[in-house]
């Protein structure tokens, strides 16, 4: 007698394997990792120079796509999350949702590849200091001040901290720029940008930002 439970339970395991089966054709999501991204100016035989150097936002030590933890990563060239090429340069000193892959090369052996989800580019011309954050506003109105109405989430890590001001001045940013970063906290993703807490004499806690990120479309065809 055929028990029914059993075949049940074999049907159910088809589809999950069949399910699994077909995920794995297709590339990874990329995570909600940041890179900050620099060129690579050294000149030597491409692919082995001229790509970029990519270091976690916030971290000191990043593994790189041999597995090798560093304090940067060299990475030949960047892609989408379908895998095709950017068509032009990220701009030095962008932050990048990413992830970095390994990849085989002619004559090269493997090297890193950068694939990107997501594009910001710095706006500013203040020195780059503190840590990377992303914050955003949560919605709260106060009737007296300090108001802590916004998020500051540090970027690669899980701490949180409510801050009750923002001030943008100290990024040197133009007048358009500082526009689209307002525009950018009030959004669901937020604003990422680098910069320092400090207290205030009425109780309060003000984000100066000495850098601001804002997203573009990335470079491809």
């Given at each position: 007698m055929i028990c029914r439970g059993c075949i049940l339970s074999l049907l159910a395991a088809t589809i999950v394997l069949a399910g699994g089966s077909s995920a794995a054709g297709s590339p990874p999501p990329v995570g909600p990792t940041?890179?900050?991204?620099?060129?690579?100016?050294?000149?030597?035989?491409?692919?082995?120079?001229?790509?970029?150097?990519?270091?976690?936002?916030?971290?000191?030590?990043?593994?790189?796509?041999?597995g090798l933890v560093r304090a940067r990563c060299y990475v030949a060239s960047t892609v989408d999350e379908d895998r095709h090429p950017l068509t032009a340069g990220i701009p030095d000193g962008a932050l990048l949702r990413a992830a970095i892959e390994s990849r085989s090369y002619e004559g090269?052996?493997?090297?890193?590849?950068?694939?990107?989800?997501?594009?910001?580019?710095?706006?500013?011309?203040?020195?780059?200091?503190?840590?990377?954050?992303?914050?955003?506003?949560?919605?709260?109105?106060?009737?007296?001040?300090?108001?802590?109405?916004?998020?500051?989430?540090?970027?690669?890590?899980?701490?949180?901290i409510t801050v009750s001001d923002l001030d943008l001045t100290a990024t040197r940013a133009t007048p358009d720029e500082l526009?689209?970063?307002?525009?950018?906290?009030?959004?669901?993703?937020?604003?990422?940008?680098?910069?320092?807490?400090?207290?205030?004499?009425?109780?309060?806690?003000?984000?100066?930002?000495?850098?601001?990120y804002l997203r573009i479309a990335l470079p491809r065809d």
């Open positions: 940041y890179y900050l991204v620099q060129p690579d100016p050294r000149l030597c035989p491409s692919p082995l120079c001229g790509g970029y150097w990519a270091s976690l936002a916030n971290r000191g030590q990043t593994r790189c796509h041999d090269f052996g493997k090297l890193g590849v950068l694939v990107v989800a997501d594009l910001y580019s710095p706006a500013g011309r203040a020195t780059a200091t503190g840590s990377f954050y992303r914050v955003v506003d949560t919605g709260i109105r106060c009737i007296r001040a300090p108001c802590f109405s916004l998020r500051a989430a540090r970027i690669n890590g899980s701490s949180r526009a689209r970063a307002e525009t950018a906290v009030h959004t669901k993703n937020g604003l990422l940008l680098r910069g320092r807490i400090a207290s205030t004499t009425e109780g309060g806690r003000i984000l100066r930002p000495s850098r601001i």
